[in-house]
């Protein structure tokens, strides 16, 4: 009974988390307009020519015209993303458990992950070049190194920030510590890893297309290079565009897993109830 009066409060916690409004088709709909507003006034105000800032029409008619082209070059810097931030997940939440409930751990992992952060990835890349050779394994690598971080600290932040009252409740009547982690521990430092979870998404983004930048043979980042290289600007924005919809995307994805995960516990469904 304890246990369960303590998982009232989490889901409390929980439902404040979840209940931040996050604006609906029409403003989503109304900030589009006024991004592609901005853009035709920064071109009409500072008299940019094409080559410098194609408008938004040009651009759209780019991603028209080249659409197979950038899908096939969308779909290989996806697969990148989704490798980066798997592995970003699988190696932080239990490096974030262990600095969670490991003093020991926390001193001796902490320093190395501020060190890791301090240095450029960018500086990195020519060494994972070196290690991988160009593409797949190299850009992965990249990305990961850039999303995991978030993941790690919101996974300690989360469940160091568990009111101690509850945890010594719980014990007090006989809770296991599995049942403590599963029951109380972890939904409660759910609003947290899934904050470092958006964050990694939006990272993993960033590390894929640096990595393809410096080593890929394909990819939007690959493109746009290429178009660059050649002074297509409106082709390369058209594959800077086809980015931040795939970022905004998968960013949207893991808040669409987060509300389901949040909304299906039994505790909350209960309370509701």
Do not use: C
Request: net charge positive; glycine share 8%.
């Amino acid at each position: 009974m304890a246990v369960e009066a303590a998982e009232t409060q989490v889901v409390s916690l929980r439902d404040r988390a979840t209940s931040i409004a996050t604006g609906g088709p029409v403003l989503s709909f109304v900030s589009l307009l006024l991004t592609v507003f901005v853009w035709y006034l920064l071109i009409w105000v500072f008299d940019l020519q094409p080559f410098v800032l194609p408008p938004p029409h040009v651009v759209a008619g780019q991603m028209w015209n080249h659409g197979p082209m950038l899908l096939a070059e969308t779909q290989v810097t996806l697969l990148q993303i989704l490798a980066g931030f798997a592995l970003s997940v699988l190696v932080g939440f239990p490096i974030g458990m262990l600095i969670a409930f490991s003093r020991i751990m926390d001193r001796l992992l902490y320093p190395p992950l501020i060190v890791s952060q301090a240095v450029p990835k960018i500086a990195l890349a020519p060494v994972f070049l070196a290690w991988f050779g160009f593409g797949f394994r190299t850009n992965v690598s990249i990305s990961f190194l850039i999303a995991v971080f978030p993941v790690i600290i919101n996974t300690a932040l989360g469940l160091k920030s568990l009111d101690p009252d509850m945890v010594r409740l719980g014990r007090a009547m006989g809770a296991s510590r599995w049942r403590l982690f599963v029951q109380i521990r972890l939904p409660s430092a759910m609003p947290a890893v899934f904050a470092g979870l958006k964050i990694s998404m939006t990272f993993a983004v960033i590390g894929a297309v640096v990595g393809e930048f410096v080593a890929g043979s394909a990819g939007l980042g690959y493109a746009i290079q290429a178009a660059t290289g050649l002074f297509n600007m409106s082709l390369a924005f058209a594959a800077i565009v086809a980015i931040s919809v795939l970022g905004v995307v998968l960013f949207f994805a893991v808040e669409l897993v987060e509300r389901i995960v949040l909304r299906s516990h039994p505790q909350q469904q209960r309370t509701a109830a």
